[in-house]
């Protein structure tokens, strides 16, 4: 039994979806539903149970005999992933410490322990975008949710666990069954939705002379190939920390121009002001360097920018069913 933290989210929802095409259903979801519409995202998913995050973690806390009986892995995604979070305090209970009690029962059981880092964790890019171990100790992440998980990473590293378990850096992803995201959805999303409003859409303007308004630049990554690269991980066993993007960088114009080519409308963006308490904090460029994942054996077949925006719109977004099945 595979067991996918965070399973009715995004990226757990996804990979949930991942592991259906590949014929297994013999998988475990939890997660923290509340009163959001995530629970929609396991509508079209097969799986064999489902099981809130607290009463889950009792079970770990416990050692209980029945998940160290079926569970063969964790795949852990369960984190809040809101990177305007101010909380600290429960950013570390829920994404480090919960991170950590899932890992040393993983280890203490010799099960597979896979979880989600973030692209976050590299802050403005000064220190580059590098998944090798020896880069972590230089990383200053902008942000208290990119911190959260940079000590997880760091925690990982100095007691000397790298070999035992896997990190997960996702740089900017986008796809179906981001939909309950509301502000932490993909910029993808939001256009689409601006434009089909609007017929406009609205992107920051630009405060570094080295770009343009609309030049800012992210490695965007379709959702289907970072569930490609995380399962390839998943059973090739690989340990260690691996960046999850596509490697090249591309502009929020860029962006802008495919969801309107895709939504068959006339181009019409305007530049607007990023609001002060972002400044300070906003990643102008990331591209991820994936030679690590290339090197292990990944089949490298990318989806561009412009092909996954096409698909997620007219596959998904102007459908009656929009979620993956």
Known sequence: MIVVTGGSGFIGSAIVWGLNKKGIYNIHIVDWLRDEDKWKNLLNLKFIDYEEKDPFLKRILFDDKILREKVEAIIHMGACSVTTENDVSFLIENNFKYTQVLAKWCIRNNKKFIYASSAATYGDGTNGFD????????????????FSKHIFDLWALRNGLLDKITGIKFFNVYGPNEYHK????????????????????????????????????????????AVDMTLFIFEKDLK????????KARSFE???KAVFKA?????????????????????YFTEARMDKLKSAGYPWAITSLEDGIDDYVKNYLLKSDKYLK
Do not use: C, W
């Open 131 to 146: 998944d090798a171990h020896e880069k972590i100790e230089n990383l200053k992440p902008l942000n208290k949710y990119g």
């Open 182 to 225: 509301e502000d932490m959805r993909s910029v993808v999303h939001k256009a689409f939705e601006q434009i089909n409003t609007t017929g406009k859409l609205k992107l920051f303007k630009s405060y570094k002379k080295e770009y343009k308004d609309g030049g800012q630049l992210r490695d965007f990554i379709y959702i289907k190939d």
């Open 240 to 247: 260690g920390i691996y960046n999850i993007g596509t490697g």
């Open 254 to 256: 860029d962006l802008g």
């Open 263 to 283: 939504m068959n409308k006339k181009e019409n963006i305007e530049y607007i002001d990023m609001p002060d308490e972002l400044k300070e904090k906003y990643q």
